[in-house]
Nanobody, 124 residues
Framework: QVQLVESGGGLVQAGGSLRLSCAAS????????MGWFRQVPGKEREFVAA????????VYPDSVKGRFTISRDNAKNTVYLQMNSLKPEDTAVYYC?????????????????WGQGTQVTVSS
């Protein structure tokens, strides 16, 4: 019912910045809570950021707090992840996710729709 497409990943030096974008299809985007997760092959998918349907309430894990910022532009059906002060430990495939409920969640299982992922590689 919903398609999400991430973009903006790439190779960056440690200390650099990237902005990921997630374009959503459909006309109910504004009512979805949105999240970003990341995953390294063989590892558990890790929560990165989330915001509620109104875009006014965000949550981050300690690993990225102060460096990453999630935001959304409902008029453009797009959610963003601004990543600053990147570290090699941030290297992963980053996934955009949508939850068909207005409240935030830090759990991957609570998100119904996922993008294909975009690779972020941070070199030391």
């Amino acid at each position: 019912q919903v398609q999400l497409v991430e973009s903006g990943g790439g190779l960056v030096q440690a200390g650099g910045s990237l902005r990921l974008s997630c374009a959503a299809s459909g006309r109910t985007f504004s009512s979805y809570a949105m999240g970003w997760f990341r995953q390294v092959p063989g590892k558990e998918r890790e929560f990165v950021a989330a915001l509620d349907w109104g875009g006014g309430s965000t949550v981050y894990p300690d690993s990225v707090k102060g460096r990453f910022t999630i935001s959304r532009d409902n008029a453009k059906n797009t959610v963003y992840l601004q990543m600053n002060s990147l570290k090699p430990e941030d290297t992963a495939v980053y996934y955009c996710a949508a939850r068909t409920w207005p409240s935030r969640s830090t759990r991957a299982v609570d998100y119904a729709y996922w993008g294909q992922g975009t690779q972020v590689t941070v070199s030391s």
